[in-house]
């Protein structure tokens, strides 16, 4: 696995991936996704575009759903994963309008950093790599992003918990029930998410995000 040139100088490249690395091709069940997709999320995203942070747990545990990007799902799958259907049901609502695929890489291309705390996962096996040593590096990259105001979207306890690598001040932080069928109904519908952070991005004077449709261009 090759670090992304833009956050290979985070220290969890070189004391943490190798250890990982070694661990991983011991392992005898098959690992999600594929190595080449496992830092996706970060070579989307250089940190100085970095303008959203969505946290996600780990990646899909269905071989053919994950592609490297928390929530996100190739634009193939039927039907789309629970947490991703909750997540377009929110949008629905909040926006009238959600993508008509699970694939959200026009996403990152607007600055939307979609992190896995995990970026590996046994097929079938969810959470099972919770402590591999993954986390280390999102705390890094959560401290490197304090740098300016950003939006963090934490959703759920788990994602929660990485709050106290967020800094400084400016920051736009919704922290909400995770959008799993577990506990959507306990905060998570009802939060818009999506139009907070567009009325955030606008009173800043950047430009809002779209979140619906992979063809339309923001003016």
């Not at 009325?199 to 004077?205: M, Q, S």
Request: charged share 20%; hydrophobic share 40%; glycine share 8%.
């Amino acid at each position: 696995m090759t670090p992304p040139a833009a956050w290979a100088h985070l220290p969890f490249f070189q004391r943490d991936l190798p250890r990982i690395t070694a661990a991983l091709e011991a392992e005898t069940r098959q690992i999600l996704p594929p190595a080449p997709q496992r830092f996706a999320a970060l070579e989307a995203c250089p940190p100085e575009q970095v303008r959203v942070v969505i946290l996600g747990q780990d990646p899909y545990p269905t071989p053919g759903h994950a592609h490297g990007l928390a929530f996100s799902a190739e634009p193939h799958v039927r039907p789309l994963p629970r947490s991703l259907s909750n997540i377009f049901k929110e949008m629905q609502t909040d926006l009238g309008a959600a993508p008509n695929t699970g694939d959200l890489r026009f996403w990152a291309r607007q600055g939307v950093l979609l992190l896995n705390t995990s970026l590996s996962v046994p097929a079938g096996e969810a959470n099972a790599h919770a402590k591999l040593g993954w986390a280390r590096l999102t705390a890094e990259v959560l401290e490197t992003l304090s740098d300016r105001p950003r939006a963090f979207l934490l959703w759920g306890g788990h994602a929660q918990g990485f709050a106290k690598h967020i800094h400084g001040d400016g920051h736009l932080v919704i922290a909400t029930a995770h959008p799993s069928p577990l506990s959507a109904r306990r905060g998570f519908f009802g939060s818009r998410p999506f139009s907070r952070v567009n009325d955030w991005l606008i009173a800043r004077g950047d430009t809002p995000l779209n979140w619906t449709t992979p063809e339309r261009r923001m003016p």
